[in-house]
């Protein structure tokens, strides 16, 4: 079983729609959760920190439930650069981060 | 402030060669981590040193593989000799203190013809 379990997608959002989805982790020790964006051949770069009482950065709103080990992302307003693969990231031992996969969006005009 | 920077970006090499990658993180920050996506999986730890000293290396795939920092630097990830399976893009980052917010550089391709 993979540490952190996406889905794929693609998930194709009208421009100005509202997308939403999740991950499940499996490591129930993990202390700290992350929303990474990766574009095409760059580098991961950090979108939010997500807390447990949730928390809300602009657009983009992430929720955290410990008891289930799923984490959420709710983008609203997408925009043409929302588009992007999302990577669900939690901490192991150590600080070392746990990737899953990746969510790719895809906003259309 | 320069963020992570990795060399060099591309590498291809035949199996059998030895290559070394080489990752100089943020100035003053303590950890530095490698990871690793080969094609089509997801992003993997590969180790992470504090400062000069190996805190975790629980993610090398095997003894081919050899990763130093030196004077608690810079860093390398010599793969020596490499195969096929190796191929990917392998990541540096780096953070101030352990288990925070960790800064990535922009990867080296790694491709072994």
């Known amino acids: 079983r993979k540490e952190v379990e996406q889905d794929p997608g693609p998930f194709n959002v009208p421009e100005g729609a509202t997308v939403a989805f999740n991950c499940t982790y499996s490591?129930?020790?993990?202390?700290?959760f992350f929303w990474y964006r990766q574009d095409c051949r760059k580098e991961p770069k950090l979108l939010m920190s997500?807390?447990?009482s949730g928390n809300e950065d602009g657009r983009f709103t992430a929720q955290l439930n410990r008891a289930s080990q799923y984490i959420s992302l709710l983008i609203r307003d997408s925009k043409l650069s929302d588009s992007a693969t999302y990577l669900c990231?939690?901490?192991?031992?150590?600080?070392?981060?746990?990737f899953g996969a990746g969510t790719q969006v895809v906003v259309t005009p | 402030e320069a963020g992570v920077t990795q060399f060099p970006s591309h590498s291809v090499i035949e199996k059998g060669q030895t290559v070394t990658l080489r990752c100089d993180p943020i100035?003053?920050?303590?950890?530095l981590y490698w990871y690793r996506r080969v094609m089509g999986k997801e992003i993997k730890f590969l180790l992470h040193?504090?400062?000069?000293?190996?805190?975790?290396e629980s993610g090398m795939p095997n003894n081919r593989f050899l990763a130093e920092r030196t004077g608690g630097t810079y860093s390398t990830l010599k793969v020596q000799p490499a195969e096929l399976e190796d191929s990917g893009v392998y990541f540096c980052?780096?953070?101030?203190?352990?288990?925070?917010?960790?800064?990535f550089g922009p990867g080296t391709r790694l491709t072994v013809l």
């Open positions: 490591n129930s020790a993990s202390q700290s």
């Open positions: 980052a780096s953070s101030q203190e352990t288990a925070v917010k960790q800064y």
């Open positions: 990231v939690v901490t192991g031992g150590w600080g070392k981060l746990q």
């Open positions: 997500v807390y447990s």
């Open positions: 040193f504090v400062k000069e000293s190996k805190q975790d």
């Open positions: 100035s003053g920050h303590d950890n």
